[in-house]
RNA sequence: GUGGCCGUAGCUCAGUUGGUUAGAGCGCCGCGUUGUGGUCGCGGAGGUCGCGGGUUCGAAUCCCGUCGGUCACCCCA
């Protein structure tokens, strides 16, 4: 342990520059605000939750970090790092139940832990946005079709290509499953949900190799995912299947319902897409998904659904249904490709150059007047020569630097470093563009504004 | 957890069949220009060649191990 360790970076977990912060920091700041407008009230939640609840609420355990005190030697641990936010949610209103209002609408925005392998968009520690609604004893599905324009606001708001929202229901997958006499879905789902990666030869083999469909099921299973539509065609498309069973009625209705809600935005911006289903085993209907344009490769970076069963109070079950946005992924991939990045490396807007030893007072003073209206300001740490001063403006990025008066009869005067102009300036008065405020988000490449 | 590829300066990389003092570009610092940046010119700092062992007169280069990174599988944001 004396050794000093060797400073590496630590694979998934990831680390960025200042700059590349103040992007991330903008994207959660509009998601949160987004998430206001519809109305979700914060919250936060620990970041550990008991080991056993982890663990029973599904997923692999082995994804599970395990938090414990290294002077408790050889104990077991008994707690473990949340690995999503809906999990924690459910223990959370179930515990407050009693001081909470249902339907219950929160947004939650943290990081969580997974202890995959990482890779390109993969990552073990990272954030996630949650936007959930749960209620008390059932909840509407009012709230499952509102989920797409939410998904669909909430990915134009953020600073990539265009995405597609992509909708179905577990009850559909479930229903089709029963009328073909399989209780057991799961090995299905798991190979209909590879049908982008391998295609449809692909999934063929693996219903008929590793699931054990035969070749006349299995071309019922590929005919079903891979319908696809924007408005509500995928009815007849799935009744012309010839299957029929309560559940997937049920499932048909309630995902009518959501697609039907979503009239209103652009066609094709929510699509009924009957492959999808999502790993986590807790989805009991709606489903959703997301995917970017010319980013395929990089999954899903906003999903969620439905989950009927995950908690329950004082006898009645509080189902929920919500979306989950993988922000880490979204800026692994943009920002990590430099198509997204800040204007300016620092917050600060005017750096306040210092004359002389004598003059810290004048500068120190020309900075607050400016702080006082919301401008940042800094004032230069050594009465370096202008040039120098400047240049460090300019290489953090910093628009402005503003020169104090030398004598009684002279002004102050501020510079635009991009065009190179200064002006007189009176530090109560003066203002900026408003671009020039506060760092912006500039994208290249397809990453829309 | 299993398998493929890769570890040389802060970053991106070059380094011949093993050979003498390991290089380039970018970045950084200084000077030209001592109170006005960006360009240009000149100069400078910066390396346990991931780590350990082996082969050899000699290893960044070959071999073994190990650690780390990365990609794929699994699964997922």
Not at 57 to 63: A, D, I, L, N, V
């Amino acid at each position: 342990m004396s050794q000093r360790a060797q400073i590496t970076p630590l694979s998934g977990f990831p680390e960025w520059l200042p700059e590349q912060r103040i992007v991330e920091q903008m994207l959660l700041d509009r998601i949160r605000r987004l998430a206001e407008l519809y109305g979700f009230v914060p919250l936060e939640t620990r970041a550990v939750e008991p080991l056993e609840h982890l663990v029973h609420q599904g997923e692999t355990s082995k994804e599970i970090y395990t938090v414990g005190r290294l002077q408790d030697e050889g104990a077991t641990a008994d707690l473990g790092l949340h690995f999503d936010l809906t999990v924690p949610l459910a223990r959370y209103v179930q515990e407050f139940r009693g001081r909470l209002r249902f339907p219950f609408k929160r947004y939650q925005i943290q990081k969580v832990w997974r202890g995959e392998r990482p890779q390109d968009g993969r990552y073990r520690e990272f954030y996630q946005a949650d936007l959930d609604v749960v209620g008390d004893g059932e909840l509407s599905l009012h709230f499952d079709a509102e989920m797409p324009a939410i998904m669909h606001e909430l990915l134009a708001a953020l600073p990539v290509p265009t995405a597609t929202v992509l909708v179905s229901n577990r009850k559909v997958l479930d229903g089709f499953g029963r009328g073909l006499g399989r209780d057991d879905t799961t090995g299905i789902i798991r190979a209909l949900d590879k049908l982008d990666k391998i295609g449809a030869d692909g999934v063929r083999e693996l219903l008929c190799g590793e699931v054990g469909t035969t070749d006349g099921e299995a071309d019922r299973w590929l005919a079903l995912a891979e319908i696809r539509s924007p408005d509500l065609d995928f009815v007849d498309a799935v009744t012309a299947l010839g299957v029929s069973d309560d559940l997937l009625t049920r499932g048909l209705d309630e995902l009518t319902t959501v697609v039907a809600a979503s009239a209103s935005l652009p066609r094709g911006a929510v699509v009924a897409d009957l492959h999808i289903a999502r790993g986590l085993d807790y989805y009991t209907g709606t489903v959703f998904e997301s995917t970017i344009a010319g980013h395929s490769d990089l999954g899903s970076i906003c999903s969620g659904g439905r989950y009927d069963d995950l908690a329950s109070g004082g006898g009645h079950p509080l189902p929920g249904v919500g979306i989950s946005v993988g922000v880490s992924r979204l800026l692994g991939r943009f920002l990590g490709g430099g198509q997204l990045r800040a204007s300016r490396a620092t917050p600060t807007c005017v750096l306040v150059a210092l004359v002389d030893e004598g003059g810290r007072g004048r500068s120190a003073a020309i900075a607050r007047r400016l702080r006082t209206r919301g401008i940042a300001a800094e004032v230069f740490h050594e009465p370096l020569r202008f040039g120098k001063q400047i240049r460090h403006a300019d290489r953090r990025g910093i628009p402005f630097v503003w020169f104090p008066a030398r004598g009684d009869d002279d002004t102050d005067s501020v510079r635009d470093l991009r065009s190179g102009t200064q002006v007189p300036a009176d530090a109560d008065a003066w203002m900026p563009p408003d671009a020039d405020l506060h760092p912006a988000i500039e994208s290249t490449a397809a990453a829309a504004p």
